[in-house]
């Protein structure tokens, strides 16, 4: 009597039958020329995506591994942005009112625009959600010298989102490079973005200088800020540097410089040194 053959079982057969379309549409990519027809390129592209499935992660699931103690470590300091800044108690509070002189900037950029885009960006002026809401560690600082405040944020974001807030931050110069603001005590205010450089940092940056002009108690205002975010992995930090007399462009590529180097520090697992006064 002859002796049954065990049964193999299906998920067996199925995982040899994917091995064998992997290893075979592998070899079919790498010997190809330029006369492979579409049907052999797709099915070398299925199997590629196949692979990649099995050994990757997608970029939304890879965490930051800052920390909240490890964001602290990461803010900048006086000493990083030279002059005469003086750090604030709490630069959260500038949201609510951000008084220089006898303007409440706070108020100023507080109105509505039609454009969507436009309006996120100038919700998110002295606001800790320019690249959206953190989904891990976050830590704010602030500083002012005279009429100019500097606010200054280290964060850890969902990944995914976090491309496409640096997506949407690319394409404000165009979307939203002249648009009207209403509402609020200020009137009508006339809004310009324009893309600005960055110092080379980190994996990929983003520049832009806003310009608010309108009337504040009657007499002429026109505010005027640099907005930056330099993005590393699933992290990233934001500066908004500027005021009624202009934005410093110097100060804000020393705090994006510098900045970028902390956070480095801290992600290698190193607590920043001291930034030594009269750095350049």
């Not at 002859?2 to 199925?14: E, N, S």
């Not at 995982?15 to 492979?36: H, K, P, Q, R, V």
């Not at 979307?175 to 990929?204: H, K, M, W, Y």
Request: net charge negative; glycine share 8%; with cysteine.
């Amino acid at each position: 009597m002859t002796t049954p053959r065990p049964l193999v079982r299906p998920a067996r057969v199925l995982a040899a039958a994917l091995a064998a379309g992997t290893l075979f549409a592998t070899a079919a990519c790498s010997g190809s020329d330029s006369s492979a027809s579409p049907e052999s390129d797709a099915s070398s592209t299925v199997a590629e995506r196949g692979l990649a499935a099995q050994t990757t992660s997608p970029a939304s699931e890879s965490p930051s591994d800052l920390s909240e103690e490890g964001a602290r470590n990461a803010l900048i300091t006086p000493a990083d942005i030279e002059d005469d800044w003086t750090q604030v108690r709490d630069p959260r509070e500038w949201r609510d009112t951000l008084l220089v002189g006898s303007v409440d900037v706070a108020a100023f950029v507080d109105g509505q625009s039609d454009v969507r885009d436009c309006q996120r960006l100038v919700d998110a002026l002295f606001d800790e959600t320019l690249l959206g809401k953190p989904t891990g560690a976050s830590a704010v600082t602030g500083f002012q010298q005279g009429d100019s405040r500097l606010l200054y944020q280290v964060a850890a974001y969902d990944k995914a989102e976090l491309d496409d807030s640096m997506q949407w931050l690319s394409e404000l110069p165009d979307t939203c490079d002249q648009f009207t603001l209403t509402g609020g005590d200020a009137g009508e205010r006339t809004v310009q973005v324009i893309e600005t450089s960055l110092p080379q940092a980190g994996d990929n940056r983003q520049g832009l200088t806003v310009t608010v002009k309108g009337e504040s108690s009657g007499d002429p205002v026109t505010l005027s800020l640099d907005v930056a975010a330099v993005q590393m992995g699933a992290d990233a930090i934001t500066v908004t540097n500027g005021g009624l007399d202009g934005a410093d462009h110097d100060t804000t590529s020393a705090a994006v410089e510098q900045g970028t180097q902390r956070l480095q520090e801290v992600l290698a697992g190193r607590t920043p040194s001291p930034t030594p006064s009269g750095i350049n």
